[in-house]
């Protein structure tokens, strides 16, 4: 997806809400000019949950995370939009190496080292404070790295499309995302200084600490914790260049020699 591509096909483009929950993309033709369009459907609860959000005022926290997932829904979806109207529908384009088609998580995955999403999102314990006050984000904001296979376990179940060549691990990465990262970006500052000095890059938050997850195939599709000894056997080479594990079995960075000493 390039700019010139998303400026020649702007008017082909549409919005709408959509009541199920995810967002999505429909590539049909356009009964006024008879070509085709993409229709981006936005998930109506978030897009409410922003508004409730940006209105309340007080609550960086939330309000920043917020503003960052309904600009990363769009983007995402703006991704199957382009592929769409260039290659027609359900047609997922493969980047680079990639082992797995899913041009809107590339996209994530490019913009961000990863895709953000909430753990635990049920649970009413608040993760995060902003100024002594507890903040109304859901669950605890995590940036899983991609591809993902019990993700694409979901794709697949579901026939949603997708696609895959070769064996998509079966160990993939969590990493803790500070708030501040999400706090940030609200801050007119943070552009004027971070983003002008280090570029697109520093939209990639730092992976300080990882927690590994072992898929295990077959219904119903569910991801663990790797803890257990069973799983033992798919941790080798999980962890990347430049990490190592700690005694918790926690991925952080490795210590250069001498550090800590
Ligand atoms: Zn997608």
């Known amino acids: 997806?390039?700019?010139?591509?998303?400026?020649?096909?702007?008017?082909?483009?549409?919005?709408?809400?959509?009541?199920?929950?995810?967002?999505?993309?429909?590539?049909?033709?356009?009964?006024?000019?008879?070509?085709?369009?993409?229709?981006?459907?936005?998930?109506?609860?978030?897009?409410?949950?922003?508004?409730?959000?940006?209105?309340?005022?007080?609550?960086?926290?939330?309000?920043?995370?917020?503003?960052?997932?309904?600009?990363?829904?769009?983007?995402?979806?703006?991704?199957?939009?382009?592929?769409?109207?260039?290659?027609?529908?359900?047609?997922?384009?493969?980047?680079?190496d990639s082992l797995v088609a899913e041009e809107g998580y590339e996209w994530e995955k490019r913009a961000f080292g990863g895709v953000f999403r909430p753990e635990w999102p049920a649970c009413k314990v608040p993760r995060y404070y902003v100024d002594s006050t507890p903040a109304a984000v859901k669950g605890m904001i995590v940036l899983g790295d991609w591809p993902c296979r019990s993700l694409v376990k979901a794709y697949q179940s579901r026939g949603w499309p997708i696609g895959v060549r070769g064996e998509v691990p079966k160990v993939h990465i969590v990493w803790h995302t500070p708030i501040a990262y999400f706090v940030n970006l609200l801050q007119g500052s943070w552009?004027?200084?971070?983003?002008?000095?280090?570029?697109?890059?520093?939209?990639?938050?730092?992976?300080?600490?990882?927690?590994?997850?072992?898929?295990?195939?077959?219904?119903?599709?569910?991801?663990?914790?790797?803890?257990?000894?069973?799983?033992?056997?798919?941790?080798?080479?999980?962890?990347?260049?430049?990490?190592?594990?700690?005694?918790?079995g926690l991925v952080v960075p490795m210590e250069g020699p001498g550090d800590g000493l």
């Open 1 to 96: 997806m390039t700019q010139a591509d998303v400026e020649r096909f702007a008017d082909q483009i549409v919005f709408d809400m959509d009541d199920s929950g995810s967002s999505c993309t429909k590539i049909e033709v356009d009964p006024k000019t008879g070509k085709p369009r993409a229709v981006i459907a936005i998930g109506k609860a978030l897009y409410e949950e922003v508004l409730e959000a940006y209105k309340n005022g007080t609550d960086a926290a939330n309000d920043g995370w917020l503003q960052m997932r309904i600009a990363s829904d769009i983007c995402h979806e703006v991704a199957h939009a382009i592929m769409g109207l260039t290659h027609g529908a359900g047609v997922e384009a493969y980047f680079g």
């Open 191 to 248: 552009w004027a200084t971070e983003f002008a000095s280090r570029g697109p890059s520093a939209l990639h938050p730092p992976k300080i600490t990882g927690c590994r997850y072992v898929t295990r195939d077959g219904p119903p599709v569910s991801s663990v914790v790797y803890y257990t000894t069973e799983d033992e056997e798919h941790l080798a080479d999980t962890v990347p260049r430049g990490y190592e594990a700690n005694w918790r």
